[in-house]
Protein backbone atom coordinates (compact mmCIF):
# COMPACT_ATOMS: atom_id res chain seq x y z
CA UNK A 1 0.00 0.00 0.00
CA UNK A 2 1.85 3.35 -0.83
CA UNK A 3 1.92 6.38 1.20
CA UNK A 4 0.82 9.63 1.02
CA UNK A 5 1.29 12.78 2.88
CA UNK A 6 -1.24 15.70 2.58
CA UNK A 7 -0.39 19.06 3.98
CA UNK A 8 -3.66 21.55 4.48
CA UNK A 9 -5.75 18.44 4.15
CA UNK A 10 -8.76 19.80 6.69
CA UNK A 11 -10.80 21.51 3.63
CA UNK A 12 -10.92 22.18 -0.20
CA UNK A 13 -8.14 21.12 -2.22
CA UNK A 14 -6.15 18.96 0.98
CA UNK A 15 -9.43 17.56 1.82
CA UNK A 16 -10.84 16.26 -1.75
CA UNK A 17 -6.47 14.83 -2.29
CA UNK A 18 -7.54 12.95 1.04
CA UNK A 19 -10.54 11.67 -0.14
CA UNK A 20 -9.53 10.61 -3.66
CA UNK A 21 -6.57 8.68 -2.16
CA UNK A 22 -8.27 6.92 0.72
CA UNK A 23 -10.93 5.72 -2.17
CA UNK A 24 -8.24 4.35 -4.13
CA UNK A 25 -7.13 2.31 -1.37
CA UNK A 26 -3.51 4.86 -0.26
CA UNK A 27 -2.50 4.55 3.26
CA UNK A 28 -3.72 8.76 3.70
CA UNK A 29 -1.45 10.81 6.38
CA UNK A 30 -2.69 14.30 6.53
CA UNK A 31 -0.93 16.90 8.58
CA UNK A 32 -3.58 19.80 9.73
CA UNK A 33 -3.12 22.72 11.98
CA UNK A 34 -6.03 21.86 14.50
CA UNK A 35 -6.96 18.62 14.02
CA UNK A 36 -9.82 18.74 16.95
CA UNK A 37 -11.84 20.95 14.48
CA UNK A 38 -10.87 18.69 11.42
CA UNK A 39 -14.45 17.04 10.77
CA UNK A 40 -14.83 16.68 7.47
CA UNK A 41 -10.97 14.80 7.12
CA UNK A 42 -12.11 12.39 10.12
CA UNK A 43 -14.77 11.11 8.17
CA UNK A 44 -12.62 10.20 5.87
CA UNK A 45 -12.23 6.67 6.07
CA UNK A 46 -8.58 5.32 6.95
CA UNK A 47 -6.92 9.02 6.74
CA UNK A 48 -4.27 9.19 9.39
CA UNK A 49 -5.14 12.99 10.80
CA UNK A 50 -2.18 14.42 12.10
CA UNK A 51 -0.93 17.83 13.80
CA UNK A 52 1.13 20.08 11.62
CA UNK A 53 1.38 23.76 11.26
CA UNK A 54 3.79 24.18 8.05
CA UNK A 55 4.28 27.63 9.39
CA UNK A 56 5.97 26.73 12.69
CA UNK A 57 9.51 24.73 11.98
CA UNK A 58 9.29 23.27 15.41
CA UNK A 59 5.77 21.89 14.14
CA UNK A 60 6.98 20.35 11.16
CA UNK A 61 10.24 19.08 12.87
CA UNK A 62 7.87 16.79 15.31
CA UNK A 63 5.74 15.94 12.36
CA UNK A 64 8.57 14.43 11.08
CA UNK A 65 9.92 12.55 14.04
CA UNK A 66 6.01 11.07 14.20
CA UNK A 67 7.28 9.35 10.72
CA UNK A 68 10.74 7.97 11.56
CA UNK A 69 11.96 4.90 9.71
CA UNK A 70 8.39 5.40 7.54
CA UNK A 71 8.35 5.25 3.94
CA UNK A 72 6.59 8.36 1.82
CA UNK A 73 5.82 7.46 -1.88
CA UNK A 74 4.57 10.77 -2.26
CA UNK A 75 4.29 14.00 -0.25
CA UNK A 76 1.88 16.85 -1.35
CA UNK A 77 2.45 20.22 0.36
CA UNK A 78 -1.20 21.88 0.12
CA UNK A 79 -1.42 23.92 2.63
CA UNK A 80 -1.52 27.96 2.06
CA UNK A 81 -2.88 31.52 3.02
CA UNK A 82 -4.03 33.93 0.90
CA UNK A 83 -3.11 36.78 2.87
CA UNK A 84 -3.72 40.05 3.88
CA UNK A 85 -6.64 41.38 2.08
CA UNK A 86 -6.29 42.60 -1.30
CA UNK A 87 -6.37 45.97 -0.35
CA UNK A 88 -3.91 45.43 2.25
CA UNK A 89 -1.88 43.85 -0.17
CA UNK A 90 -1.07 46.16 -3.09
CA UNK A 91 0.82 49.65 -4.18
CA UNK A 92 -1.08 51.69 -1.75
CA UNK A 93 -1.23 49.89 1.32
CA UNK A 94 1.41 46.87 2.53
CA UNK A 95 0.75 44.76 5.64
CA UNK A 96 3.93 44.22 6.71
CA UNK A 97 3.66 41.07 9.28
CA UNK A 98 0.61 39.69 6.99
CA UNK A 99 3.30 39.50 4.13
CA UNK A 100 5.78 37.54 6.33
CA UNK A 101 3.00 35.61 7.95
CA UNK A 102 2.13 34.22 3.56
CA UNK A 103 5.89 34.04 3.22
CA UNK A 104 6.18 31.43 6.00
CA UNK A 105 3.20 29.09 5.62
CA UNK A 106 3.41 29.49 0.91
CA UNK A 107 7.02 29.64 0.38
CA UNK A 108 9.40 28.22 3.62
CA UNK A 109 6.70 25.94 4.59
CA UNK A 110 6.91 23.75 1.88
CA UNK A 111 10.29 23.65 1.66
CA UNK A 112 11.03 22.86 5.01
CA UNK A 113 8.21 20.44 5.14
CA UNK A 114 10.21 18.39 2.07
CA UNK A 115 13.41 18.31 3.65
CA UNK A 116 12.64 17.07 6.63
CA UNK A 117 10.68 14.40 4.99
CA UNK A 118 13.66 13.30 2.87
CA UNK A 119 14.81 10.57 4.86
CA UNK A 120 10.83 9.05 4.70
CA UNK A 121 11.00 9.88 0.55
CA UNK A 122 14.16 8.12 0.25
CA UNK A 123 12.89 4.71 0.95
CA UNK A 124 10.56 5.01 -1.30
CA UNK A 125 10.96 3.65 -4.74
CA UNK A 126 9.84 5.99 -7.02
CA UNK A 127 9.35 9.23 -4.76
CA UNK A 128 7.81 12.34 -5.62
CA UNK A 129 7.68 15.81 -4.07
CA UNK A 130 4.65 17.75 -5.35
CA UNK A 131 3.99 21.18 -4.10
CA UNK A 132 0.91 23.26 -4.78
CA UNK A 133 1.62 26.75 -6.07
CA UNK A 134 -0.39 29.29 -8.06
CA UNK A 135 -0.17 30.57 -11.81
CA UNK A 136 -0.01 34.21 -10.05
CA UNK A 137 3.49 32.79 -9.26
CA UNK A 138 4.44 32.80 -12.47
CA UNK A 139 6.40 36.25 -13.34
CA UNK A 140 5.73 35.53 -17.00
CA UNK A 141 2.27 35.18 -16.93
CA UNK A 142 1.79 38.55 -14.32
CA UNK A 143 -0.06 40.53 -16.39
CA UNK A 144 -2.53 42.39 -14.03
CA UNK A 145 -0.11 43.41 -10.61
CA UNK A 146 -1.75 43.91 -7.43
CA UNK A 147 -1.66 40.90 -4.64
CA UNK A 148 2.61 41.22 -3.88
CA UNK A 149 2.46 39.36 -0.75
CA UNK A 150 0.43 35.80 -2.32
CA UNK A 151 2.40 36.46 -5.76
CA UNK A 152 6.02 36.54 -4.08
CA UNK A 153 5.52 33.82 -2.07
CA UNK A 154 4.45 31.28 -4.93
CA UNK A 155 6.90 32.69 -7.17
CA UNK A 156 9.64 31.77 -3.70
CA UNK A 157 8.26 28.86 -3.27
CA UNK A 158 8.31 27.84 -7.13
CA UNK A 159 11.96 28.85 -6.57
CA UNK A 160 12.54 26.50 -3.56
CA UNK A 161 11.24 24.20 -5.94
CA UNK A 162 13.66 24.18 -8.57
CA UNK A 163 16.29 24.23 -6.13
CA UNK A 164 14.83 21.36 -3.89
CA UNK A 165 14.67 19.04 -7.27
CA UNK A 166 18.61 19.71 -8.19
CA UNK A 167 19.59 19.17 -4.26
CA UNK A 168 17.46 15.83 -4.17
CA UNK A 169 18.44 14.63 -7.64
CA UNK A 170 21.03 12.82 -5.98
CA UNK A 171 18.54 10.85 -4.28
CA UNK A 172 15.99 10.27 -7.03
CA UNK A 173 13.42 12.28 -5.17
CA UNK A 174 11.65 14.06 -8.03
CA UNK A 175 10.22 17.73 -7.04
CA UNK A 176 7.33 19.60 -9.09
CA UNK A 177 4.71 22.31 -8.75
CA UNK A 178 1.63 22.52 -9.70
CA UNK A 179 -1.16 25.09 -10.61
CA UNK A 180 -4.73 23.76 -9.13
CA UNK A 181 -6.94 25.84 -11.82
CA UNK A 182 -8.91 28.70 -10.37
CA UNK A 183 -10.96 25.95 -7.79
CA UNK A 184 -14.52 26.66 -6.12
CA UNK A 185 -12.90 26.62 -2.58
CA UNK A 186 -13.00 28.90 -0.14
CA UNK A 187 -9.75 30.87 -1.16
CA UNK A 188 -10.86 30.64 -4.29
CA UNK A 189 -14.95 31.27 -3.98
CA UNK A 190 -17.69 30.06 -5.40
CA UNK A 191 -17.25 31.54 -8.82
CA UNK A 192 -14.43 29.96 -9.81
CA UNK A 193 -14.70 27.44 -13.00
CA UNK A 194 -12.90 24.50 -11.22
CA UNK A 195 -14.32 22.06 -9.09
CA UNK A 196 -12.19 20.46 -6.39
CA UNK A 197 -12.85 17.45 -7.17
CA UNK A 198 -11.93 17.89 -11.25
CA UNK A 199 -8.86 20.03 -9.93
CA UNK A 200 -7.66 17.32 -7.93
CA UNK A 201 -8.22 14.52 -10.56
CA UNK A 202 -6.30 16.25 -12.84
CA UNK A 203 -3.44 17.04 -10.51
CA UNK A 204 -3.16 13.39 -9.05
CA UNK A 205 -3.16 12.40 -12.98
CA UNK A 206 0.29 15.16 -13.32
CA UNK A 207 1.99 13.27 -9.95
CA UNK A 208 1.27 9.63 -11.38
CA UNK A 209 3.52 10.71 -14.26
CA UNK A 210 6.15 12.57 -12.61
CA UNK A 211 9.74 11.02 -13.09
CA UNK A 212 13.43 12.20 -12.64
CA UNK A 213 12.63 13.54 -16.49
CA UNK A 214 10.15 15.68 -15.16
CA UNK A 215 12.07 16.94 -12.00
CA UNK A 216 11.69 20.81 -11.70
CA UNK A 217 9.22 21.91 -13.98
CA UNK A 218 6.15 23.74 -13.20
CA UNK A 219 2.55 21.66 -14.60
CA UNK A 220 -0.98 23.19 -14.18
CA UNK A 221 -3.72 20.62 -13.44
CA UNK A 222 -4.58 19.58 -16.98
CA UNK A 223 -0.90 18.74 -17.45
CA UNK A 224 0.39 21.38 -19.09
CA UNK A 225 3.82 23.12 -18.91
CA UNK A 226 3.62 26.69 -17.37
CA UNK A 227 5.94 29.47 -18.03
CA UNK A 228 8.00 30.51 -14.52
Known sequence: MPTVVITGANRGI????????????????????????????????????????????????????????????????????????????????????????????????PVLTTLALVPNLAKAAKPVAGIVTSKMGSIGDNSSGGYYAYRMSKAAVNMGAKTLSLDLADKNIAVVVMHPGWVQTAMGGSQAPVKPVDSVAGMRKVLAGVDMAKTGRFFDYTGAALPW
Do not use: C, H
Open 14 to 109: GLEFARQYAADGWRVIAGVRNPGTATDLKAVGGVDVRDLDTGDAASIRAFAVGLDGEAVDLLINNAGVMGPDPQRQNRDSIDVEGWMEVQRVNALG
